[in-house]
């Protein structure tokens, strides 16, 4: 058997992190939107904070195999201390803020992840589900702090970086939010396919082999679920920053339940899928409740029936000429990093 060398490994990993033409495509789209669609601000701005909401779960779910269906738990929280950042004038500046709700969320996400990693999956459900529940009730009972059942009001957003104030129109609010999805994307880009990440990928495979060549398989879960609550909670405190309100809604099933049907759409384990998943998501959401007010969850439910019977390597397939085309952009990634094998 023909060692590998550390060379070509290293090459193989550079040319498994190497940007797609298809990528630069998707991203050139997202911020000419902010100049094609100038009247749909409002709705671009919910897809962008719901896209990194998505991105979240996706990091756990898709990569390390975590279950959550209380992921609303560090959204509902880092929306708090935003609106309860900006309602006191703790911190006025919305994107110190706003890291300062991303950390608070992290150390939520650190607290609860050793509850989160015991047993099995069904434990996982139950757990994280219970978060959130407790979280809610407790932002209901401290009706002094959080304005209870009412939601916080008042809040006064300052404007970002002390340059653009939240305008009526959300432009600035949708610039902020795409820029902020953008950066976060790239962390999260760099984290997947680093070592780290493939081991995230190892563990979702196997984690008594992981564990056995000597990953050390908590730690990394813990690691990744950190990381994925304060990617939650900036989300929350986009959504709390832009409309300048915040409500026990943040908390609900319903929101956690809104996420796993964006990943079905999207598709877990590839950054993507919830971009993607929350563009269609919004897009249907918005077209069906104006088509049939009181209906529109049917076809949703319907869509997704489709995708599970359809199949989602079927409806894949359906776009390979474009895959393929983009593809032929490529080739020099392959040709550089694809010949040598031992």
Same mark, same amino acid.
């Given at each position: 058997?023909?060692?590998?060398?550390?060379?070509?490994?290293?090459?193989?990993?550079?040319?498994?992190?190497?940007?797609?033409?298809?990528?630069?495509?998707?991203?050139?789209?997202?911020?000419?939107?902010?100049?094609?669609?100038?009247?749909? @601000?409002?709705?671009?701005?919910?897809?962008?904070?719901?896209?990194?909401?998505?991105?979240?779960?996706?990091?756990?779910?898709?990569?390390?195999?975590?279950?959550?269906?209380?992921?609303?738990?560090?959204?509902?929280?880092?929306?708090?201390?935003?609106?309860?950042?900006?309602?006191?004038?703790?911190?006025?500046?919305?994107?110190?803020?706003?890291?300062?709700?991303?950390?608070?969320?992290?150390?939520? $996400?650190?607290?609860?992840?050793?509850?989160?990693?015991?047993?099995?999956?069904?434990?996982?459900?139950?757990?994280?589900?219970?978060?959130?529940?407790?979280?809610? &009730?407790?932002?209901?009972?401290?009706?002094? /702090?959080?304005?209870?059942?009412?939601?916080?009001?008042?809040? &006064?957003?300052?404007?970002? /970086?002390?340059?653009?104030?939240?305008?009526?129109? $959300?432009?600035?609010?949708?610039?902020?939010?795409?820029?902020?999805?953008?950066?976060?994307?790239?962390?999260?880009?760099?984290?997947? @396919?680093?070592?780290?990440?493939?081991?995230?990928?190892?563990?979702?495979?196997?984690?008594?082999?992981?564990?056995?060549?000597?990953?050390?398989?908590?730690?990394?879960?813990?690691?990744?679920?950190?990381?994925?609550?304060?990617?939650?909670?900036?989300?929350?405190?986009?959504?709390?920053?832009?409309?300048?309100?915040?409500?026990?809604?943040?908390?609900?099933? &319903?929101?956690?339940?809104?996420?796993?049907?964006?990943?079905?759409?999207? $598709?877990?384990?590839?950054?993507?899928?919830?971009?993607?998943?929350?563009?269609?998501?919004?897009?249907?959401?918005?077209?069906?409740?104006? /088509?049939?007010?009181?209906?529109?969850?049917?076809?949703?439910? /319907?869509?997704?029936?489709?995708?599970?019977?359809?199949?989602?390597?079927?409806?894949?397939?359906?776009?390979?000429?474009?895959?393929?085309?983009?593809?032929?952009?490529?080739?020099?990634?392959? &040709?550089?990093?694809?010949? $040598?094998?031992?």
């Amino acid at each position: 058997m023909n060692d590998i060398s550390p060379k070509l490994v290293a090459g193989r990993l550079v040319a498994r992190a190497h940007w797609h033409p298809l990528e630069f495509l998707f991203w050139a789209a997202a911020f000419a939107s902010i100049w094609l669609l100038p009247g749909k @601000y409002l709705i671009l701005t919910e897809i962008a904070w719901l896209g990194l909401f998505a991105l979240s779960l996706d990091l756990i779910l898709g990569y390390a195999g975590i279950v959550s269906l209380g992921h609303a738990a560090f959204f509902g929280f880092g929306a708090y201390c935003a609106a309860l950042l900006a309602k006191h004038e703790i911190i006025n500046e919305p994107v110190l803020a706003l890291i300062v709700s991303g950390v608070a969320a992290m150390l939520l $996400g650190f607290v609860t992840s050793f509850l989160v990693l015991r047993g099995s999956d069904l434990t996982r459900i139950m757990v994280t589900l219970g978060v959130a529940l407790l979280l809610r &009730e407790l932002a209901n009972r401290m009706g002094w /702090l959080t304005g209870g059942a009412d939601g916080l009001q008042g809040v &006064e957003m300052k404007p970002i /970086l002390g340059l653009w104030r939240f305008d009526m129109f $959300g432009h600035n609010g949708y610039v902020y939010c795409l820029i902020v999805l953008f950066l976060l994307f790239l962390l999260a880009r760099r984290i997947v @396919y680093s070592p780290f990440g493939l081991s995230l990928q190892a563990i979702k495979d196997n984690p008594l082999r992981a564990s056995a060549v000597g990953i050390n398989v908590n730690l990394r879960l813990v690691a990744i679920y950190t990381i994925a609550a304060g990617y939650a909670g900036i989300a929350g405190a986009l959504l709390a920053q832009t409309s300048a309100f915040a409500s026990l809604a943040v908390f609900d099933f &319903e929101r956690s339940a809104d996420l796993l049907l964006v990943l079905i759409i999207g $598709g877990t384990g590839y950054l993507y899928g919830g971009l993607i998943g929350a563009l269609i998501f919004k897009i249907l959401q918005d077209w069906l409740s104006h /088509l049939t007010p009181q209906y529109w969850p049917f076809w949703i439910g /319907l869509l997704l029936v489709v995708i599970v019977l359809v199949g989602r390597e079927r409806i894949g397939s359906w776009t390979l000429p474009f895959r393929t085309l983009a593809n032929r952009f490529d080739w020099r990634r392959k &040709e550089s990093f694809g010949g $040598g094998q031992a």
